[in-house]
């Protein structure tokens, strides 16, 4: 009878003896669970100095022994110190932090994690018109259209470059995300210039599909207003591009071509449909000449011509230009100036 009651006896006693064990190790993994890391900054970058702060709403830190181990080397030991600041690596590499906490009663708990530096540079491009051989980068106009391309740099612990193509793309513009244009492979995002006129501040996340790289970055871009410069245009070498007529312009010449050039404007050439040239030449407006207007002498007197331009995309009222200039003739025996033609 005893020989068959051992077993029993046995197993309650083995589970007597486990239940306070299981118990320990159940509040020992909770509580490690209660720490809680967060680092800035949240996305480092290549070579970046990161903090990573400790927090725990469960264990007493203030009062703990706290050793911080990098890649398993020590870096600090301190009574509360809930913080460590170091230096990340390159691409591809991962940083291992390790934090062991022993409470001023004997416990001991333990928490990790890995940093994986990642990068995104942010390149944009404004749409709006630049004449032909124009060296410069095209600027971001009032209510202009505009382009920004992500271009991540993240590589993997084997050294294996992620494809642009294969990432996850969250985009924000002035803190709101962009659904729409967000998602897988989406590394380019477009978007025009609001009303009422102000910067535009565009962010991005990138992040691989598992999630265990993440980089970020934004930019601001202040709108610009559109550009509008008067050029001579000549018969034999065309359009002068290498010298603007400025405000005064002395004229040895009998017949003078003018051609304006509008800068930065969201058309597609000089003379699109939705450009309104309006010409004012001695008090006289006019708008049937386009970009072009030819002027010449008639008679000998001498004088000062003014021609002044507006030029005004249809399409969107905040693009708008105006030049002027001052026409000096030398003075001939008789003369009425230029007239138009």
């Known amino acids: 009878m005893f020989k068959k009651l051992l077993p029993i006896s046995f197993i ?26 967060s680092i ?33 080397e020590l870096k600090k030991r ?19 932090v390790t934090a062991v906490i022993q ?22 491009e404004s749409e709006s018109y630049t004449p032909p051989f124009y060296k410069g980068k095209s600027r971001f106009s009032y209510q202009g259209d505009l382009k920004v391309v992500a271009i991540p740099s993240i590589i993997r612990e084997d050294g294996t470059k992620v494809p642009a193509k294969s990432l996850l793309y969250t985009w924000k513009k002035d803190g709101r995300v962009m ?11 477009k978007t025009s210039g609001s009303v009422p006129i ?20 934004s930019i601001s871009i202040n709108p610009e207003r559109p550009n509008l410069i008067i050029y001579e245009n000549n018969p034999v070498y065309g359009i002068l591009f290498n010298r603007s007529l400025g405000t005064s312009l ?21 003379d699109g449909k939705n450009l309104d040239y309006k010409w004012v030449l001695g008090g006289e407006e006019n708008r049937e000449f386009g970009s072009n207007i030819v002027l010449r002498r008639v008679g000998d007197q001498g004088g000062k011509t003014s021609v002044s331009l507006r030029v005004s995309n249809t399409d969107k009222i905040f693009q708008f230009a105006d030049a002027s200039l001052n026409i000096v003739l030398p003075a001939k025996e008789t003369g009425n100036g230029f007239f138009n033609n």
């Open 250 to 270: 002395p004229v040895s010449k009998d017949e003078l071509v003018l051609s304006a050039v509008p800068y930065f404007f969201d058309v597609v050439g000089k």
């Open 78 to 96: 301190e009574v509360g110190s809930k913080n460590l600041t170091f230096e990340v690596g390159g691409l591809g590499s991962i940083s291992n």
């Open 179 to 189: 659904a729409d244009q967000s998602g897988y492979g989406l590394n380019t995002f």
């Open 12 to 37: 309650f006693l083995l589970a007597f003896l486990i239940a306070p064990i299981s118990a320990e190790a159940q509040l020992a993994e909770v509580l490690n669970q209660s720490i809680n890391f």
């Open 103 to 124: 409470t001023y009663d004997g416990g001991v708990f333990k928490k990790s994690l890995n940093i994986r530096p990642a990068d995104v540079d942010m390149i944009w």
């Open 40 to 72: 800035r900054p949240e996305r480092p970058k290549p070579y970046d100095t990161v903090i990573v702060y400790m927090e725990s709403y469960s264990i007493d830190l203030q009062s703990s022994e706290i050793s911080w181990f990098v890649d398993g």
């Open 198 to 217: 102000r910067s535009t501040t565009i962010e991005v996340e990138v992040s691989t599909t598992d999630s265990l790289y993440v980089a970020g970055s």
